[in-house]
């Protein structure tokens, strides 16, 4: 049986009695709310999309339960309340020019003292100022360290 992790389901709930879905698997005890991996089977996965998607009808329906969903995601991410803000010191570096496009290596300082680094993809050329379509990636880590977790 293929099970399907359901990312939209994780913190979606704002509170009370669990929604119901046919044979609901038991959540984890430390965040019920937080369901990692394979929670649900795909037929669960399906139900349980309905039943919420049977929370709105409309419009305003739709921005109550985003909102619902944004909320969980900050109290499951432990910012709620968000950290005070700080400035980014961003950092540009290395911009490589290839066709139609360049790479810069680039960073910000997330909270002080700790940067947060990415790769920035943006269409070549371009010129200083101008403003249009980007792809930032913040790179995640290898368990190689030669390797580089960007290029691992």
Partial sequence: MTRLPLVAVLVAHSGGAAPSVAEEPKAPALNPWLCPGAFYTEEQGREKLAELGRTYSDRAGWERRAQTIRDGILRG?????LPERTPLNPIRCGERAHDG????????????????TGTLYRPWPHKTGDRGPAVLLAHGHSSDPAAGGRFH
Wanted: proline share 10%.
């Fill in 77 to 81: 991410a432990d910012l709620d309340p």
């Fill in 101 to 116: 496009y360049s790479v810069e290596n680039v960073a910000f300082e997330s909270t002080p003292g700790f940067f947060v």
